[in-house]
């Protein structure tokens, strides 16, 4: 079976995205999406969909969204990192490395991980002079569930691997003993 998807204004996209719970689905699991017709670029969608097997459907959207963010912050200083000190850490004189000292996938050369929360992440004193992506402004975000959502939120200091098998891993109970305790670890890390 093949569904053939046109958006040519505003009412059908928010359609479409009511409707990407249920495509996700494995009622779905039959079906293939084309885009014909359509004013507004969902091509990422369409192949998302039509990616049947969970895990890669997940590793295609999560490198999407990392490759959108790059490309929104190539060629960009945005922390004005002078002699390794961020501009907020040039006014404390404290700390190198800005927010990624507390990593273990910090080197000199930069981050060795293609981590999705840390690349969303910038300080307050960066957002009052930059403009920074907010999660509206990526939505193939919506191709993920609520929880998977929070958990791409709070994954300060993971591996691109580990945050790959805690999306795809769907069961509460393995999360409480994986990802938890690397939640709350992280957010006692933002306090200090």
């Known amino acids: 079976m093949k569904i053939d998807i046109?958006?040519?204004n505003l009412d059908e996209l928010r359609h479409f995205e009511r409707m990407l719970p249920f495509y996700r689905s494995?009622?779905?699991h039959g079906v293939y999406?084309?885009?014909s017709n359509s004013y507004l670029p969902i091509s990422h969608f369409i192949e998302a969909l039509n990616i049947k097997n969970k895990k890669q459907r997940i590793i295609y959207l999560?490198?999407?969204l990392c490759q959108q963010i790059d490309t929104f912050y190539a060629g960009k200083n945005l922390c004005d990192f002078q002699h390794d000190r961020c501009i907020s850490q040039r006014k404390k004189m404290k700390y190198k490395n800005g927010c990624c000292r507390l990593c273990k996938y910090a080197s000199p050369k930069g981050c060795t991980t293609s981590n999705f929360t840390c690349k969303m992440f910038y300080c307050f004193t960066v957002?009052?002079?930059n403009r920074t992506l907010s999660p509206t402004d990526l939505p193939l975000l919506k191709c993920f569930s609520i929880r998977q959502r929070f958990l791409l939120r709070y994954e300060y200091f993971s591996s691109r691997e580990?945050?790959?098998t805690d999306l795809w891993i769907e069961s509460l109970f393995v999360n409480l003993f994986r990802v938890y305790p690397r939640f709350i670890s992280n957010i006692i890390l933002q306090r200090h």
Request: charged share 30%.
């Open 33 to 35: 999406f084309s885009c």
């Open 26 to 28: 494995s009622l779905c």
């Open 62 to 64: 999560y490198d999407t």
């Open 162 to 164: 580990d945050i790959i």
């Open 6 to 8: 046109s958006i040519t």
């Open 127 to 129: 957002k009052e002079k």
